[in-house]
């Protein structure tokens, strides 16, 4: 079955590198995607990757992904205040057309 | 375009009242979902339609919801009778269809936030 796991919560520094974690459990996910919502507001995409690929980078943001161990990881560089938000992974199944799998979210604090 | 347009943002009513709550997707997007966001149980699909057409309604909590998409520019979220553990924030999200890259990223609305007293 479908399950993605994340931890809750996340502090780092203004100027710090940000790691979130996420692992997914069916290993016929097609995408997997990183999602951002900030307080009153709906989720929007930062990223995503497909599963036949390790890594992708996107300015700030660099998604790894290890398919053998299910797990994908974001990494924010320099994190600066206006990160502070939830952020979700998600996965799509292959010939489940674009329905997805939420994460549980990560609230990531950033502090000066 | 304008993206995902939810209606209304807030809502607040008491338990045993009618909710409707509404959707229009971007224009062209096949696909459209609702969802349901707690603390408790974290962001929930509940239905999504492919061109007007229900496809998995397995997440709608009871009877008490129904959804529809008379057209491809409209849908309702319908709950009666609403109860204080309907309280939730609602979004609702449209996608283009499967075939080109990046299909199935989804664009959400802002959301509905109920409160049944």
């Known amino acids: 079955g479908e399950d993605v796991e994340q931890s809750l919560f996340l502090s780092v520094r203004e100027g710090d590198s940000s790691v979130i974690n996420c692992t997914y459990t069916d290993s016929s996910s097609t995408y997997l995607y990183w999602y951002k919502q900030e307080p009153g507001a709906g989720l929007q995409l930062l990223t995503y990757i497909f599963s036949n690929m390790d890594m992708k980078q996107d300015q700030r943001l660099t998604v790894l992904l290890n398919k053998k161990d299910k797990h994908l990881s974001l990494r924010i560089a320099d994190t600066q205040t206006g990160d502070s938000a939830i952020y979700f992974c998600a996965e799509s199944i292959a010939g489940t057309a674009s329905k997805l799998t939420f994460g549980t979210g990560t609230r990531l604090q950033v502090t000066l | 375009d304008a993206g995902v347009i939810q209606s209304p943002r807030h809502e607040v009513t008491e338990m045993g009242q009618e909710v409707t709550l509404r959707c229009k997707p971007i224009?062209?997007?096949?696909?459209l979902f609702w969802y349901r966001q707690t603390m408790m149980r974290g962001l929930e699909l509940l239905i999504y339609f492919n061109n007007n057409v229900p496809i998995d309604d397995s997440g709608m909590p009871e009877d008490r919801f129904s959804a529809k998409m008379p057209n491809a520019s409209f849908s309702t979220l319908k709950i009666q009778p609403s109860e204080p553990r309907d309280s939730a924030v609602y979004f609702c999200?449209?996608?283009?269809?499967?075939?080109?890259?990046?299909?199935?990223?989804?664009?959400f609305g802002a959301g509905s936030r109920l409160t049944v007293l």
């Open positions: 999200a449209s996608s283009e269809g499967q075939g080109y890259p990046g299909a199935n990223v989804l664009t």
């Open positions: 224009s062209g997007h096949d696909y």
